[in-house]
């Protein structure tokens, strides 16, 4: 309990986040009384994507980063939106004027508007700690799920409930901002997880960029599953509309304990292992129980729950990695997740050699499951390699540059006797009497004499660490570039990534926390406190609180102290 009390800070953006979710669902998917809302659910959400996809290209071509007052903005907008559409559904009701384009419409209008209200909670946490993102994302969808339920028993009320549900957005983010963010909370990380999994950052951005893939062919079978096998949404009885929503909060609080309690790999390996179990299940239940498909529409839904939570745990693993604006990273993982579970939905719908064949559904599907677990493991145990054939390189280099500088401190003790024993001779040498300073390139009598500089070790290993950031590949440079994980190629891309560098070599030294680090890195740069609260999200007092606290840390007194003590003592 007493580590419970730690998050208590995040309460008013995890609601905020569960009420954006309910708005979503109550309107867009009927409040999951059945698995969908056939196409106008997926199908709205194509038409959705489509313009997100627009607003993503934008972003990346233009590198664009928001400010905290524009995000704001956009937010507020996208409540009242959200709010608008989810109230306006049940009154066209009543007023006589509902069509299904009127309908279809209005929920790409709540998908737009619900999704970007979505990204807005994501945001606030990204750079948090693993099991901090865990606990935010898995305790907002099991509270989403109890709004979502109680919902669905109310009828069209439940509409009104949603709308209201979704204006209350408004006093979680007042709350929010005058609380800690996720990433002030320290929080364990297990080295074999999204947030810490790596010891180089390229193995982290080669499993980031596997683990989307992974799960938007997942995301597949997840689409075929929701209409299985005709295409038409899969009605809930009362007793397995429950089933559902207790299963789906029982997974949650395991997963949020097993963090908690520091298990290893649960959101890698046991992730995944897990949803695929239930892809695996629900193919089973559909072949067992043919008229009574509810039963394996449990696991399902269930199923596409936990791709919820995941996909929103991956989107600010994505965000604390990147260096583009946390946006692109939200709208790229909505459209590989949500994209391809609808692209699968809607060609159910539509492609009738495809509803009219179940064994074609089947062996597809059962295809998909495996190319998931091929890709994501398969991955997990190429990075686990490289990194251990990196690690070994690296100690047989140090060795040899160790040797070597071994056998030249041997000679130079040999030509230091020699030098000794003859210093009136290398006095009278004109070579040495007449040179320039040997930092000129003039010689000396430590050179006359077969003295050789010694190499810089420290700088041979950054050299090789370089080395070691470097994409092995074209195809593979243009992806991890594609999903936002490169550096970036501009001069301040460049300038901001070597201070971030030289920030945690001096977090290491000086024991600096890894807020403190974020601080230091932008502050080194010449950003303002004000203008490095708003790029971290926190307020200003917070900002210079942190550069105090470095200031006493490195017993270093200005900016330039601390350029200064970059330059000389940083790779």
């Given at each position: 309990?007493?580590?419970?009390?730690?998050?208590?800070?995040?309460?008013?953006?995890?609601?905020?986040?569960?009420?954006?979710?309910?708005?979503?669902?109550?309107?867009?998917?009927?409040?999951?009384?059945?698995?969908?809302?056939?196409?106008?659910?997926?199908?709205?959400?194509?038409?959705?994507?489509?313009?997100?996809?627009?607003?993503?290209?934008?972003?990346?071509?233009?590198?664009?980063?928001?400010?905290?007052?524009?995000?704001?903005?956009?937010?507020?907008?996208?409540?009242?939106?959200?709010?608008?559409?989810?109230?306006?559904?049940?009154?066209?009701?009543?007023?006589?004027?509902?069509?299904?384009?009127?309908?279809?419409?209005?929920?790409?209008?709540?998908?737009?508007?619900?999704?970007?209200?979505?990204?807005?909670?994501?945001?606030?946490?990204?750079?948090?700690?693993?099991?901090?993102?865990?606990?935010?994302?898995?305790?907002?969808?099991?509270?989403?799920?109890?709004?979502?339920?109680?919902?669905?028993?109310?009828?069209?009320?439940?509409?009104?409930?949603?709308?209201?549900?979704?204006?209350?957005?408004?006093?979680?983010?007042?709350?929010?901002?005058?609380?800690?963010?996720?990433?002030?909370?320290?929080?364990?990380?297990?080295?074999?997880?999204?947030?810490?999994?790596?010891?180089?950052?390229?193995?982290?951005?080669?499993?980031?960029?596997?683990?989307?893939?992974?799960?938007?062919?997942?995301?597949?079978?997840?689409?075929?599953?929701?209409?299985?096998?005709?295409?038409?949404?899969?009605?809930?009885?009362?007793?397995?509309?429950?089933?559902?929503?207790?299963?789906?909060?029982?997974?949650?609080?395991?997963?949020?304990?097993?963090?908690?309690?520091?298990?290893?790999?649960?959101?890698?390996?046991?992730?995944?292992?897990?949803?695929?179990?239930?892809?695996?299940?629900?193919?089973?239940?559909?072949?067992?129980?043919?008229?009574?498909?509810?039963?394996?529409?449990?696991?399902?839904?269930?199923?596409?729950?936990?791709?919820?939570?995941?996909?929103?745990?991956?989107?600010?693993?994505?965000?604390?990695?990147?260096?583009?604006?946390?946006?692109?990273?939200?709208?790229?993982?909505?459209?590989?997740?949500?994209?391809?579970?609808?692209?699968?939905?809607?060609?159910?719908?539509?492609?009738?050699?495809?509803?009219?064949?179940?064994?074609l559904i089947n062996a597809i599907m059962g295809t998909c499951v495996v190319i998931s677990t091929q890709v994501a493991l398969g991955q997990f145990l190429k990075v686990s390699q490289m990194e251990a054939d990196e690690r070994h390189d690296l100690h047989v280099r140090r060795m040899e540059r160790l040797e070597k500088q071994l056998?030249?401190?041997?000679?130079?003790?040999?030509?230091?006797?020699?030098?000794?024993?003859?210093?009136?001779?290398?006095?009278?040498?004109?070579?040495?009497?007449?040179?320039?300073?040997?930092?000129?390139?003039?010689?000396?009598?430590?050179?006359?004499?077969?003295?050789?500089?010694?190499?810089?070790?420290?700088?041979?290993?950054?050299?090789?660490?370089?080395?070691?950031?470097?994409?092995?590949?074209?195809?593979?440079?243009?992806?991890?570039?594609?999903?936002?994980?490169?550096?970036?190629?501009?001069?301040?891309?460049?300038?901001?990534?070597?201070?971030?560098?030289?920030?945690?070599?001096?977090?290491?030294?000086?024991?600096?926390?890894?807020?403190?680090?974020?601080?230091?890195?932008?502050?080194?740069?010449?950003?303002?406190?004000?203008?490095?609260?708003?790029?971290?999200?926190?307020?200003?007092?917070?900002?210079?609180?942190?550069?105090?606290?470095?200031?006493?840390?490195?017993?270093?007194?200005?900016r330039q102290e601390i350029l200064d003590f970059m330059d000389q003592y940083t790779s």
């Open positions: 309990m007493k580590l419970l009390t730690l998050y208590i800070p995040l309460i008013p953006s995890i609601l905020g986040l569960c009420f954006a979710r309910a708005g979503l669902i109550v309107a867009g998917y009927g409040s999951y009384t059945h698995t969908d809302e056939g196409i106008f659910t997926d199908g709205a959400m194509l038409a959705a994507l489509s313009i997100m996809a627009v607003i993503m290209l934008v972003i990346g071509v233009r590198k664009i980063r928001l400010k905290k007052r524009t995000t704001n903005r956009i937010m507020r907008t996208c409540i009242v939106l959200e709010a608008a559409c989810v109230l306006i559904l049940p009154l066209a009701h009543v007023a006589g004027a509902f069509s299904p384009n009127v309908h279809f419409w209005l929920c790409v209008a709540v998908t737009f508007f619900g999704s970007f209200a979505i990204f807005y909670w994501l945001r606030r946490a990204r750079g948090c700690g693993s099991t901090t993102a865990v606990l935010y994302v898995f305790s907002a969808l099991a509270i989403s799920e109890v709004e979502i339920y109680v919902c669905s028993l109310i009828g069209t009320y439940g509409f009104y409930v949603a709308a209201a549900l979704a204006l209350l957005q408004f006093p979680c983010m007042l709350s929010a901002r005058k609380n800690k963010l996720a990433n002030d909370i320290e929080s364990f990380t297990p080295n074999d997880d999204f947030f810490g999994f790596a010891t180089t950052l390229l193995s982290s951005k080669r499993f980031l960029t596997a683990t989307a893939t992974s799960i938007g062919v997942l995301s597949i079978v997840d689409g075929f599953l929701r209409g299985y096998p005709d295409g038409v949404p899969i009605a809930f009885q009362p007793a397995t509309r429950v089933a559902y929503g207790l299963l789906t909060i029982a997974i949650c609080v395991i997963v949020i304990s097993m963090m908690m309690h520091k298990r290893k790999s649960v959101m890698t390996v046991g992730m995944f292992i897990l949803l695929e179990l239930f892809a695996c299940a629900a193919l089973v239940l559909y072949a067992a129980f043919p008229d009574m498909p509810d039963i394996g529409a449990v696991f399902t839904t269930t199923l596409n729950a936990l791709l919820v939570a995941f996909t929103w745990y991956i989107i600010i693993a994505f965000m604390s990695f990147g260096w583009r604006d946390p946006y692109y990273y939200a709208l790229g993982g909505w459209i590989v997740w949500l994209g391809c579970r609808a692209i699968a939905r809607v060609t159910l719908i539509n492609v009738q050699s495809l509803s009219t064949n179940d064994l056998s030249r401190a041997q000679a130079n003790v040999e030509a230091l006797t020699i030098l000794k024993d003859n210093a009136g001779g290398y006095g009278e040498c004109s070579a040495c009497v007449n040179a320039a300073p040997v930092g000129a390139g003039g010689a000396s009598p430590l050179q006359c004499a077969g003295i050789m500089p010694t190499e810089n070790v420290d700088q041979d290993e950054a050299a090789d660490e370089s080395r070691n950031a470097q994409p092995d590949s074209k195809h593979g440079m243009r992806l991890v570039r594609l999903m936002g994980l490169d550096e970036g190629d501009s001069i301040a891309d460049i300038r901001k990534a070597t201070m971030r560098n030289n920030a945690e070599q001096m977090g290491k030294q000086f024991l600096l926390s890894d807020r403190e680090v974020e601080v230091l890195a932008l502050y080194a740069l010449g950003w303002t406190q004000k203008r490095v609260a708003e790029e971290l999200y926190i307020s200003p007092s917070t900002a210079h609180a942190h550069i105090k606290r470095i200031y006493a840390k490195t017993g270093l007194h200005s």
